[in-house]
């Protein structure tokens, strides 16, 4: 099993950035995804979560109306759309299923910044 993020970067306020998360090893449509994320000094926090069919099912409240979780099963792909970005969202983003199962990635570092 093996999930890669990637898209992370540096983004002024206000900007937009979006992530993705290839899935390898497991049979990808058969999970829900969930992108959490890490910032310093703190605990990993559920983000977004989206059905194995596509529907985003709920986002922390901290992101709702900025942040878009979208799948590709054909790609075995999940993104996270991220729009009016806050310094506050600065963190390591990843992917893994809603629960956790998989073996965690290295991550994409998202810092926003002036």
């Known amino acids: 099993v093996q999930l890669v993020e990637s898209g992370g970067g540096l983004v002024q306020p206000g900007g937009s950035l979006r992530l993705s998360c290839v899935a390898s090893?497991?049979?990808?449509?058969?999970?829900?995804m969930s992108w959490y994320r890490q910032a310093p000094g703190k605990g990993r926090e559920l983000v977004a979560t989206i059905t194995r069919y596509g529907v985003a099912l709920d986002y922390v409240d901290s992101v709702k109306g900025r942040f878009t979780i979208s799948r590709a099963n054909a790609k075995n792909t999940v993104y996270l759309q991220m729009n009016s970005l806050k310094p506050e969202d600065t963190a390591v983003y990843y992917c893994?299923?809603?629960?956790?199962?998989?073996?965690w990635g290295q991550g994409t570092q998202v810092t926003v910044s002036s």
């Open positions: 893994n299923d809603d629960s956790g199962t998989f073996p």
């Open positions: 090893g497991f049979t990808f449509i058969s999970y829900r």
